[in-house]
């Protein structure tokens, strides 16, 4: 499985959670912690809450325009190019 794989397993993940709470925004322990070795400094999984007050050690969806980001050298950056 390629990164770009896992990827995309956690943004689908994103989108099932979303659909399932219909919160405003979510926060969810990361399920890849273990799946995934990139993933396993993450500990959670934020779901549409703005990256000025995310955690900067979570991942950050946003659904609107289906991205994931990651806090990468003082940056929010997007690490997913949806189609």
């Known amino acids: 499985m ?4 896992e990827i995309n397993e956690i943004v689908q993940w994103c989108e099932n959670k979303k659909k399932e709470k219909q919160c405003i925004y979510i926060i969810e322990k990361n399920p890849f912690a273990t799946k995934f070795n990139w ?3 993450i500990i959670n999984i934020e779901i549409d809450k703005p990256l000025a007050t995310a ?3 979570n991942f950050v969806y946003n659904s609107t325009i ?16 949806p189609k």
């Open 39 to 41: 993933t396993r400094n």
């Open 66 to 81: 289906k991205k994931l980001y990651r806090y990468i050298n003082y940056t929010w950056m997007p690490i997913n190019n």
């Open 2 to 5: 390629s990164i770009e794989d």
């Open 55 to 57: 955690s900067k050690s």
